[in-house]
């Protein structure tokens, strides 16, 4: 592998170890995986602590990188284990922590400051203003939301103060990230806690010009990028993401070989290099190849509705079961090691398996060849006619066992706050001070720079002992050389380790978030409807708030009584109208506006200081804790909806804690997935399971939305304010769901 710094970061999933190294072997420059909870794949295979520790040697031996993902919603009550598993995890030195959460970002950014940030795709970043705010809460890079062109990354990246990063390879989610609701709709298992069913994948049935139509309606293509390296790597994204924390070992093996190929290769040797790299990736157990969300285009093919939506390389069906296993008539050698998945015809998520054992007859044997039927010894149940693809095999020659790397040594680590001037030196930490008085010379020429007095300070004595942070501050313009600035380091860290007492046991670093004061007025608390702008026979309860969405504003239309909704996505292509059409509004007399999307919180900087305007934040933006809410209060926010998802108790312990009033969602029709890819299908569709939904055609924005068939509804909270939402639901439907609020959001 090539010096990467000649190049963006090419960034690798690992669901284990094994595939970390499998990644670092094939030329990865960093890897991504999780623990245990808090991760946006929670249901997969994640790293044990002890894995993760050989990770941390490995990967700072190796002089490679490794983030954590933390990027799920985190409920007020999971404070205490969120804070322990980051308490562990930030002794390891993670080079960045992952995050969807703004509240978790909040407890990161006060707790462990020295842990950096990203922004996970799941915080729906999709445009500058958007990354304004990621970098007002100490983001230091941005994963984009998928569902962006090629035409509008250019824009964001010439644009961002901040590094970029985008995924390049993998399986693509149909919705827009972060606000995805369908999993959790069907069962509870919420994709923004990790546990995504995939409900994308299904069949589904409707109608088009009155004939039955059934399909994948939101089963997408996977992204692909090879070709594309060239144009991103010239529009300066910082980081290229693979896709793919599910997978094995040796499909991540061969993904990141084959971007390795053409990244490493002379920009006029990429067209030779990249045939061989598709040849690499071909080999991979993907599905059919796409640009994703480049063009318009690409949006519109993105999904095949009559192709089921699978990963793998087909090998076979299933021809028969019985107990103890099934008979596979088999369309393409097999062998044993290979990783497997039958897959029901349904589109429903099939069992994957490791294949350890083959019968043909009573002989037991390792290989199966195409056009026979072997037996296949499997003690679960086999859908009927399923198809069995192969999704995994064995890298021959190469063994990514990991059990045996050693653990990291952890580092203790400590703030300094380094102050120079012709009289001395000063240097503050861990409460105690150290400091030196000594007349230094005025410097004439070169003024001391305080990057390499931080840098100088930073090297310890001891690889056991660290810096988090340094700051430093000079008062006039001493003179000091290298060899004395390096002899009062060496001073200032024997004097440190000398003092330095031992660390306590169990000792953390987080407190809990602590109940507000007292509880919110009657008028803190009044109702909001949310109703189109033309609607007439809404029911509107006394001392209601009236919501309509944000349209070009008239005198004699705005009024400034009534709360109007901004746009959750907005293209940056239509921000600077956005803008205008907001500006316009507040002089046209609107004071009340409903924010969507945390991109909106940029749009009112030029009205900051202004009290006569109201913020109140709502689904899509989550709020699904007290730090969250607190985070919104500092960028001018006034009330908070309780995410949608969250059971009665998360409500209440929600209440209980937040800074700012709190809002529930009680009645109304949500938007289950949004997407800019062309659905093919409008109107009401159901499942094979009896479930009822209603796709709206594509809006002026692009934007298709599906919708639920039954509405949600749920009785109210005490000390919470009431959310009536007509935009797309009658009022009195029935029959209704509760959806999460009486069943754990898991």
Known sequence: MKNSTNFPELLAPAGTLSTALAAYAAGADAVYCGVGRFNAREMGTNFSLEDLSRLSRKAKTMGRRFYLTLNTLVKETEWEPFGQTVEEIAQLDPDAV???????ARFLRTYYPELELHASTQMGIHNSAGIEEARKMGIRRVILERQ????????????????IEVFIHGALCCSLSGRCLFSSWMGGWSGNRGRCKQPCRRRFHGTEDGA???????????????????????AGVKSLKIEGRLKQPDYVFKVVQAYRMVLDAPSESRPQVLGEARKVLSSSYGRRWSHGFATEQDMADLVQYDSLGVSGQLVGTVAHAKKGGFGLKVSRRIRLGDRLRIQPDSGDEG????????????????????????FVPYDREVPPGGRVYRV????????????????????RRFELDVHLSRQGIRVAVDSRLWEVLE????????PLDTKKVEEEFRRTRNDRLGVSICRVSVEGKPFIPA?????????FWEWFEAGLSPEVPGKRRFSLPQNKIQDFSPDDLFPVVMKPTNATKIPVPAGALVSLPLKPPKKASCNPEYEYILPSFCAEGDLGFLKELVSAAIAAGCRRFRITSLYQLSLFDETAGRNDLFLAAAYPLPAANSLAAAELQDRGVGR????????????EALRDASSLPVEVYRYGRPPLLITRARIPVSGPISDSRGGQFQVSGADDTGLTILYPGQPLEVPPVDGTADCFDYLNAASGESPTTAFNFDRELV
Do not use: N
């Open 212 to 234: 039955p139509k059934s399909g994948f309606f939101f089963s997408t293509q996977d992204l692909y990028s090879l070709d594309m390296i060239d144009t991103l790597q010239k």
């Open 439 to 446: 007349e230094f010379d005025e410097a004439r020429k070169h």
């Open 392 to 411: 995994g095999s064995s890298v021959k020659g190469v063994s990514f066992d990991g059990s045996g790397l050693p653990l990291y040594q952890k580092v």
């Open 351 to 374: 069992p994957s398996f490791t294949l350890t054992a083959l019968r043909d007859g009573k002989q037991s044997v390792s290989t199966a060849r195409e056009g026979g039927e072997i």
């Open 148 to 163: 962006i062109s090629f035409e509008e990354l250019k824009q964001i990246v010439a644009a961002s103060p901040l590094d």
């Open 640 to 651: 908070v909806q309780a995410w949608l998802e969250l059971e009665k108790p998360a409500i």
């Open 98 to 104: 992952i995050v969807q959460d703004i509240g978790v």
């Open 483 to 491: 060899a004395g600035l390096k002899q009062l380091r060496r001073d």
